[in-house]
């Protein structure tokens, strides 16, 4: 499986933005796709997750509320709509796919390169 983040930019605060991560090759029912970001300077951390067969998510504080993830079975395509968007929103945002319900890095083997999302204040 191939995974192809897009979407990121340039937005105001209190903006929005939709990434998209295509993907590349079957994805099983079982899998779990997620969101994660890594700010300059900061650790790679868990955004948002779905499972893809039964639509079940799970999102991080601090997005919660703010962020939507979806799926698009057909054209084997995840999404996470980000509204109201905050300065500390700014990162590189990385898509991934696992097998497993988890929020930790380790748990998903597959990634995608990555879309930068800048929020100015």
């Known amino acids: 499986v191939q995974l192809q983040a897009s979407g990121g930019g340039l937005v105001q605060a209190g903006g929005s933005l939709k990434l998209s991560c295509a993907a590349s090759g079957r994805i099983f029912s079982s899998a779990v796709m997620a969101w994660f970001r890594q700010a300059p300077g900061k650790e790679r951390e868990f955004v948002a997750l779905i499972r893809w067969n039964r639509e079940s998510t799970l999102f991080a504080d601090s997005v919660k509320g703010r962020f939507t993830i979806s799926r698009d079975n057909r054209k084997n395509t995840l999404y996470l709509q980000m509204n109201s968007l905050k300065p500390e929103d700014t990162a590189v945002y990385y898509c991934?796919?696992?097998?497993?319900?988890?929020?930790?890095?380790?748990?998903?083997?597959?990634w995608g390169q990555g879309t930068l999302v800048t929020v100015s204040s």
């Open positions: 991934a796919k696992g097998s497993h319900y988890g929020t930790r890095q380790h748990e998903y083997n597959y």
